[in-house]
């Protein structure tokens, strides 16, 4: 009884292992699928002087697309990357954003904002807000594009319609607690944004 009973639990913990040695697999085969399934919670987006209208908006200067680079997707971003250089191909992820995310200041957190120009707009870096922070000088960060054209800097910039560029900064941690709902945006313009545990 001994016996049949041992084989039973060695039959049980091979399954346990087997299914486990399967998921990890199938993971790592597909690292691109935790990109996808991070980067939705992760994002935010919002218009610059439009008016909304239904599930549209209207007349907007400018579209801001915020991305929250936590540690969950720094990771997933070098499993991506690792599985690319494995197999001789590149996504055009900068890796730069992998060593800032993994990098990161003490007691900060990394965004990274898309900035699309949908008329000519005066932008200025000190207008944008996540959780009631402007950045400053010393937390804007370079390296984020493959094309240094396409990156804005600290200032006031004159964006041409059509213009679609990025910035990226650092936010002290304080201003965005795991859990919280706050706000971000540019000037009065802002949206509520829940931020992922």
Known sequence: MNVLLNRVRIAAILA????????????????MKDIENLTPPRTAVCFFEGEKFA????????????????????????????????????SGIPSQIFAYATKSKRRHVLFITRVQALRGWAFD???LSIGGYSPVKENIITGISDNPYLELKFGEHSLTQNYD????FFVPAENVKPGETINLGYAEDLVEWQVPN
């Open 55 to 90: 599930d549209l908006v209207l007349n907007a200067r400018g579209k801001l697309t915020f991305l929250y680079v936590d540690r969950k997707f720094a990771n997933a971003l070098g499993r991506q990357r690792k599985a690319e250089y494995d197999r001789g191909t590149f």
């Open 16 to 31: 346990v292992a087997a299914t486990s040695l399967i998921w990890v697999c199938q993971a790592a085969a597909n690292p």
């Open 165 to 168: 560029g990025y910035i990226g």
């Open 125 to 127: 870096t000190s207008m």
